[in-house]
């Protein structure tokens, strides 16, 4: 799945669910997008790049490591 905004605790509830949980950057599955984004096209994309031998996943962050995300943002306001 892209690594969104809710990316992160979808994949902590999912793993919990035993599923095997993967994130994506969006900036690795975009070059796979072949028309208008749309869900349908963006499944495809997704689909497509996570078969990829080379890509890059990010590691699903716990919550105490969201908080202090946040709070770095906050400080560079």
């Given at each position: 799945?892209?690594?969104c905004a809710g990316a992160h605790f979808l994949a902590r509830v999912l793993q919990q669910q035993g599923h095997e949980v993967k994130l994506m950057p969006a900036e690795y599955v975009r070059p796979f997008v072949k028309s208008n984004k749309n869900d349908y096209v963006d499944?495809?994309?997704i689909a497509e790049?996570?078969?990829r031998p080379t890509?890059?996943?990010v590691p699903i962050k716990s919550e105490a490591q969201l908080d202090l995300q946040a709070l770095?943002?906050?400080r560079d306001r």
């Amino acid at each position: 799945m892209e690594a969104c905004a809710g990316a992160h605790f979808l994949a902590r509830v999912l793993q919990q669910q035993g599923h095997e949980v993967k994130l994506m950057p969006a900036e690795y599955v975009r070059p796979f997008v072949k028309s208008n984004k749309n869900d349908y096209v963006d499944a495809e994309a997704i689909a497509e790049a996570v078969q990829r031998p080379t890509m890059r996943f990010v590691p699903i962050k716990s919550e105490a490591q969201l908080d202090l995300q946040a709070l770095h943002r906050v400080r560079d306001r």
